[in-house]
């Protein structure tokens, strides 16, 4: 009987461990790991088994092999940096209808992580300048790597800090866009393996009751937004009614409350309002 071959092997492996389109998946790694398959060397061999051996300990397939695609770009991603979600995209979207194309305007992302959502906004609005921050320095890394990947480092800066001690002169953004970390602290035990053990748990925490960093950022983010500014805020599933609230409460005024592919209410839009 004829070896098995190694895509076969892979393919096995992955429908054993119960890890949907093994098919797919074992295509990604052998592109990744041996790019001329079926032609081998042992070192890319050892290397795509190595793959399946991370794969099998259920580490995502995008921080296994570096990269996942986000809006119309790729971003590269390691275990310091949340991946970029599907979900997230409908932030692009709707920051995009409220970005005209030809004025120079200030972007500010707080939690910048991969730098997807500013990355993917400086892409579309070649006049636009941006500034991320993340309290880790090794996410700002990775997005100031993304932004020269993408040609985009002229225009923008990252900034390693806490919200909290990010002193911005007052009326600086047009624009505020965050992803924060918004699980309830008890919930983060019963998140899927995948973003359990390999998404930053900085990223993923969002205080006792999920709710931490939107009040933190209601205590500055209004006063450093432009009159006229917009801030668009992710939300959990069942947190935007709440998070509106805590925005309204500083003056904002809500503009929508956006659903995501999955009909889920994923974005949260508010206006400062200039003053009559
Ligand atoms: N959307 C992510 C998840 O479902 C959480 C991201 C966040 O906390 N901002 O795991």
Not at 27 to 43: M, V
């Amino acid at each position: 009987m004829a070896e098995k071959s190694l895509r076969e092997t892979l393919i096995n492996e992955l429908v054993e461990a119960g890890i949907p389109s093994p098919r797919l998946e074992a295509d990604i790694i052998l592109k990744h790991a041996a790019p001329s398959y079926p032609e081998t060397t042992p070192d890319e061999e050892k290397k795509a088994e190595e793959m399946l051996r991370r794969r099998l300990c259920r580490e995502p397939l995008d921080k296994i092999i570096g990269c996942r695609e986000f809006y119309k770009s790729y971003f590269k991603v390691n275990q310091n940096v949340l991946t970029p979600r599907p979900d997230t995209e409908i932030l692009v979207e709707k920051a995009l209808l409220l970005l005209p194309e030809e004025n120079s305007l200030q972007l500010l992302d707080l939690g910048v992580g991969t730098g997807c959502i500013l990355l993917s906004l400086l892409a579309e609005r070649k006049m636009a300048c941006g500034t991320g921050v993340d309290i880790s320095a090794a996410a700002a890394d990775i997005a100031a790597e993304n932004a020269r990947a993408l040609g985009l480092e002229s225009r923008c800066r990252f900034i390693v800090n806490d919200w909290n001690k990010t002193d911005f002169p007052p009326e600086s953004f047009d624009m505020i866009v965050s992803n924060p970390p918004y699980i309830p602290r008890a919930e983060i035990a019963l998140l899927d393996r995948e973003v359990r053990e390999y998404d930053p748990l900085i990223a993923l925490d969002g205080g006792e009751d999920g709710f931490a960093c939107y009040r933190q950022l209601a205590a500055f983010v209004p006063l450093i937004l432009k009159p006229g500014g917009y801030i668009l805020l992710e939300s959990g599933a069942g947190q935007a009614e709440q998070i509106a609230g805590i925005f309204t409460a500083t003056g904002l005024a809500l503009v929508e409350i956006a659903k995501d592919l999955a009909g889920i209410n994923r974005c949260v839009i508010l206006k400062k309002e200039v003053a009559k």
